[in-house]
């Protein structure tokens, strides 16, 4: 069984950064594809980023592209989000997932683990 423990969230003004992490326990991180996703209040679960297990590929959407960044430290069995430049409507939770396979997928009905989340709010 793998658990994911997201940290790192809190408020920000625009235009700044922060950095999540996604400790995960149970499998090592670098045998998982491992993903991000947001979801806003009263909006839909949005996909973030993701990082093939193989680390060949990543992947984010258009929404972040640029702004934000995924890396692992396969050391400390942890992923992070580098979240640079960041804007009012970024603010959500924020949830780390992983999956079995080496196929980034943008679903998370695709992801078999997930954490807590973490909230994160940027003041405009």
């Known amino acids: 069984q793998v658990q994911l423990v997201e940290s790192g969230g809190g408020l920000v003004q625009a235009g700044g950064s922060l950095r999540l992490s996604c400790a995960a326990s149970?499998?090592?991180?670098?045998?998982?594809?491992m993903g991000w996703f947001r979801q806003a209040p009263g909006k839909e679960r949005e996909f973030v980023g993701a990082t093939s297990w193989s680390g060949g590929s990543t992947v984010y959407a258009d929404s972040v592209k640029g702004r934000f960044t995924i890396s692992r430290d396969n050391a400390k069995n942890t992923v992070y989000l580098q979240m640079n430049s960041l804007k009012p409507e970024d603010t959500a939770v924020y949830y780390c997932?992983?999956?079995?396979?080496?196929?980034?997928?943008?679903?998370?009905?695709?992801?078999?683990?997930w954490g807590q989340g973490t909230q994160v709010t940027v003041s405009s």
């Open positions: 149970g499998r090592t991180v670098s045998s998982l594809t």
């Open positions: 997932a992983a999956q079995n396979g080496n196929i980034i997928f943008r679903t998370g009905k695709y992801y078999n683990y």
